[in-house]
């Protein structure tokens, strides 16, 4: 069991490790390749899925739908914990709520789970985009328009590949192949930018960085273990569910902090000790739900 989490986690934090050196060496302005990233390559590989493998995204609704419950319950059980360590609820709250669902939970799906699991980890991948774009915009600015969000290539991305894979549509054998190629690229260079960004982080605010980086995991895991059942999951599907509570902070919550000027250093420090302490917490993870049912 140790053999096969360390055989999981260790390709992950390698990459970001990689990417950390690189950044401290060469200090890389990954900005246009994280634009790249998020507007080319992982659209691509969220249509390839849906729409080249003919992976039918309606199999995961439940999954999905939990995966929507554990980051809004971690929101709500994060609520008095922000007023008792007197944190700004837009500060904290979302820095919690949203997971590393693409830089680390794609990756970590994949090794873990295997190619098979890649439909219901992208499910989970895009209700927490969804969420993150509307719900999370939303509560850092109340004049977000949600009629904009087909705009955002991710969830245009799923919406294409949707609606293609339903459709009878067969995509070109060679175009099916490209489009692979390129989709395949965002995994590894999520993992590489992580690295470069959190070399831009720093341990200001450590009180709130502390707060969330125990509250986000510990929190989500609890949510995911009591509506796991709820939604009838199957085995397999619970023990993602349960790795999906447990990741880190999202990098793109200190994006959004800093786009809004809500507190971005404190959101900052929050998503640095959240993929730190991620070190310790997802092998942990890993090991409840690999753990062999009695």
Known sequence: ???????????????V?????????KKPDMSTANVLNMDVFTPLLIFSTL?????????YGPIALAGGVVILGTGLLGWPLARAFKQQEKTLLPAIMFKNSGNMGLPLMLLAFGEAAMPAAIALFLIENFLHFSFGAWLLDRRVKLTTLWRVPVLFAGIAGFAVGHSGITIWPPLGVAIRMLGDICIPLMLFGLGVRLTAANWQSL???LLGAVASPLLGMLVAVVCAPLFGLDQQQSAMLLVFGALPPAVLNYIFAERYQQEPDKVAAIVLAGNAASIIIVPIALALALAPTP
């Open 51 to 59: 729409a080249v493998q003919h992976v039918a995204l309606d199999n």
């Open 1 to 15: 069991m140790l053999l096969r989490i360390l055989s999981v986690v260790f390709p992950v934090f390698a990459i």
């Open 17 to 25: 490790g990689i990417g950390w050196c690189y950044g401290r060496l």
């Open 207 to 209: 009180r709130a960085g």
